[in-house]
């Protein structure tokens, strides 16, 4: 019997005890929802910071347009801009998209950057092509820029005094904004340009027939030259520049032409 009695009294000593786990568990529910409230009110403040006016951009400050017209920049990158609720933040503008377009779209425009300048303000800088050689087939100049496209401009007395001109013996018209020649072309012809006088080279006309890949630079002396312009400049100028030493020391002279196309040899009449 006695152990009976410790027996009931162990139960009702467990059963005091079970109210107090019913309040511990009546306080979980907080637990949860403090941290909701936290997530709702830090929810609500990024819908106000990305929703609200004051962060939405409104003013395009375009900057070094030359050709180009301004306002069709301004447009470009407005389109950018509005292509979603959230690029219209200041914040989250897409500046290297932006930069990317406008590239894309204008061939005259070599650099674009775009600049948070203000609470609601960006600034797109465009760097313009830079007239590199001018490009003469039939009666028509055309100015050519570093990236091989011709592009509107007025031709001045001193392009033509400082750039090449490379003439289009086959005459096929060119258009404004069209990719006439590649960026290494360009290059190449502006490295003769600059290198051929000091091999003692005086270029009367640059031309081109039916590919680009082959120039043919007529001299004052009476012959011509012919390059490859898909290998080095440099390596070719350096045939021409042992060729021509040669041809002095042996006091002989060139009647017709000289052909450095030909990796590793040289051609000359």
Known sequence: M?????????????????????KKAQRSPKKIIRPLIVIFALALLGYAIVASSLLRIQTIKVEGAVTLSSDSVRQQTQNVITSS???????????GKISDE???????????????TGINTITVKVTEQKPSILWLSGNTLSIIGANGHAYDGEITPIMEQKLV?????????????EKVV?????????????????????VKQYEIGDTTTELKVVTQAGYYIRF???RSAEQQLQDLSAVLGQLKKTGKKVNEYIDLRINGKVFYK
């Open 228 to 230: 490859d312009t898909t």
């Open 182 to 202: 590649t960026q290494e072309f360009v290059d190449f012809v502006n490295t003769l340009h600059t290198q051929l006088p000091g091999l003692g080279v005086t």
């Open 85 to 95: 609720p959230l690029t219209q933040n200041i914040i989250f503008v897409p500046t």
């Open 102 to 116: 406008l590239k894309k779209q204008n061939y005259q425009i070599a650099e674009a950057s775009v600049n948070r």
């Open 165 to 177: 001109t490379v003439v289009d013996t086959t005459n096929l018209p060119v258009k404004k904004g």
């Open 2 to 22: 006695k152990r009976n009695v410790r027996y009931n009294k162990q139960l009702n000593i467990s059963s005091q005890q079970q109210p107090q786990t019913k």
